[in-house]
């Protein structure tokens, strides 16, 4: 299924090829925390950026593997290329603009990001 998204005020919009019911995680990190990202990582052949990337900016932390991209004008991260999955993509399913009919949300430990990294890599294969 193809998924429709963007940043809150449409300067970024893409799309993600998805299964019809979504496999979603929720990361207690401090930085998913704090901004309330769920978690959907898709290989990267999956995900298009339709418009908006002059309108990108990133920030790096910790290990600088993380790519957090976010809209320069509204602030919101529709996606960012994950330190889990570098060869993926973690698209916000919070900013899907086409709604899944159905989603299964698993918690992830992302405190102890170190002894559980491994359990998300499968994500970004084809």
């Not at 998924?3 to 401090?30: M, T, W």
């Not at 995900?47 to 910790?62: R, W």
Request: charged letters at 20%; proline letters at 4%; glycine letters at 6%.
């Amino acid at each position: 299924m193809i998924y429709q998204g963007s940043c809150h005020c449409g300067a970024i919009a893409f799309e993600v090829e998805a299964p019809k019911v979504l496999e979603i995680d929720r990361c207690n990190c401090s930085i998913c925390n704090k901004s309330g990202y769920l978690h959907l990582i898709v290989p990267l052949n999956k995900f298009q950026l339709l418009k908006g990337a002059d309108d990108l900016t990133t920030y790096t932390f910790n290990t600088g593997v993380a790519k957090h991209t976010f809209c320069q004008h509204c602030g919101v991260k529709p996606f960012y290329t994950p330190r889990s999955n570098p060869d993926g993509m973690d698209i916000n399913f919070n900013c899907l603009d086409t709604k899944a009919d159905r989603f299964d949300i698993t918690e992830f430990d992302g405190t102890e990001w170190e002894k559980h990294a491994h359990t998300l890599a499968h994500k970004s294969k084809i």
